[in-house]
């Protein structure tokens, strides 16, 4: 499964409530994409630890200018990956202030590396 960011993973964390709920149904509901079925295929079945897998991943807040595009998300991931760990999603959030850099947020620490234009009265 490719990175994901966090809004992505709430996504995902209801998709497997949806699974977990008709499990025993014999119709697949239309809400679940094919790449979480194709995914719970790869991990057999067991919705109960990929949930909880989910549910145990670590956030690190990245404020910046503009919405990031596909290609962005996965160079920011390959970096979390690489230089924090494998279980860590990014909460993207965009602030139209920002000119240049990011704000970030890690483990209840704030770090500002952006430029943020201020408006004069």
Known sequence: MDYLTKDQVDILKHEIDILMNSKYQSKTNELVRET???????????????????????VLGLTIANEPTRSNVM?????????IGEDVIM????????????QIV???????YAYVQRLLS
């Open 75 to 83: 160079i920011y991931g390959a970096w979390v990956k690489k230089n």
């Open 36 to 58: 979480t079925l194709q995914e719970l295929e790869k991990r057999k079945g067991d919705l109960e630890n990929w949930k909880l897998e989910i549910e145990n991943l670590r």
């Open 106 to 112: 890690w483990n209840g620490k704030y770090k500002d």
């Open 91 to 102: 909460d993207i959030t965009i602030d139209s202030r920002i000119v240049a850099g990011a």
